[in-house]
């Protein structure tokens, strides 16, 4: 008889035992569910963010590459607006020379 309280006591403190051990467990793995789920929406909306910088890198980059473009034509133009101005300044000097050389031989000739 004694053997028999025993025997039915502790099966019934061990399917106690397992019974919340099960709850325990199923609660654990119910959060790395959820914490899982939560890792892929992360994941999902930072691979959206990359894209999206990606694609606006790229685009930077092309008007970065245009504006390259336009900075050398814009040096190429002023090298030759440096070229005209030296040689106006030239001739502006030749021409200097010229009127005061008239002026001489007109102040000369009175």
């Not at 030296?86 to 002026?103: D, G």
């Amino acid at each position: 008889m004694f053997f028999e309280w025993s025997l039915l006591t502790l099966l019934a403190i061990l399917s106690i035992f397992l019974f919340i051990k099960m709850f325990y467990f199923k609660s654990i793995t119910q959060r790395e569910k959820k914490s899982n789920d939560l890792m892929k929406m992360t994941l999902q909306e930072a691979e959206i963010l990359i894209r999206k910088y990606q694609i606006q890198l790229q685009r930077a980059l092309g008007n970065v590459d245009i504006l390259s473009e336009e900075l050398s034509k814009l040096k190429n133009e002023m090298k030759i607006l440096k070229q005209r101005n030296s040689k106006h300044r030239q001739e502006v000097e030749r021409l200097n020379n010229k009127i005061k050389a008239l002026e001489n031989r007109i102040e000369a000739l009175l």
